[in-house]
């Protein structure tokens, strides 16, 4: 199913997006990876397997996001996995630039590719964006992350509606190991509230997972797709 078909993963260097892409490659896509960070690109090139394009993008820059779409010219899915710096501050000392900074990436970024993906984008394929449970659940700290989940969320509802045929769906990943077994990792999350019922974190292959099935279930648009072990439910 998804032998030559042509996906582009934005956020593809590493952790989630890079799983995701490495995925990809192994079902036999043909997969673009774009970020910003040459050197992580040229990481990433080494870890997948030669087949895998990557393109150097800002996606906070609309300019350049046009330009990127129009230089590749048509394609069948669209995965975006990048994130934001990591703001966890307190929300009365929050400096405001630091949170428009945030928006400019993991929001506007997005909402770029979203939009400027549209010429090109196979009436039959799909939009798979990023969201994350700060969405639904308050952490001490996490008000500016929350916002722009949410802001990705009702985006995606909307859109939904509007692109059909072609879909739009998001993932929402809960705490999930940069490295496997990352117990530190962990440890920190325990501190910030984080206790889901499966009691340790996702791995990056079990959040990969659930984009590729948004991609390949051809009844699934408007989904928001929550892998959290069970963290909002407890
Ligand atoms: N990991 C978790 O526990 C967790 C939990 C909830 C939600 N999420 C969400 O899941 C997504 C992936 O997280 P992750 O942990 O896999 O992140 P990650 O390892 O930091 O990867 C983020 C990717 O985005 C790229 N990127 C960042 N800014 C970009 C920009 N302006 N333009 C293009 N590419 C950009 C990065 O490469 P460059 O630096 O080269 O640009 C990198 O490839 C994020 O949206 C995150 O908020 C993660």
Redesign the pocket.
Known sequence: MLKGKRVIV??????????ISRELLASGAKVV?????????AL?KENLNDSAITL??????ELSVQNFFAGIGEFDHLI???????LVCDFANTSTESVHHAF???FW?QYYLARHCIPYLSKQGSITL?????AQRGYHGFSS?SAI?GAIESLVKSLAVELAPMRINA????????RPKDTV?FDD?KMLGGHPPLNR??S?KE?ADAYLFLMQNKYATGTILTIDGGELCA
Do not use: C, M, W, Y
């Open positions: 934005v956020g593809g260097s590493s952790g989630i997006g890079l799983q990876v774009a970020s910003r960070s040459p050197k992580k690109l990433a150097s993008l800002d996606a906070s820059d975006v996995t990048i994130k934001s710096k990591h400019d990436t993991k970024g990023t969201s994350g449970i700060a992350i989940n993932v929402s990943p809960g705490f999930t190991e940069r990792r999350i974190l996702g990056q959040i």
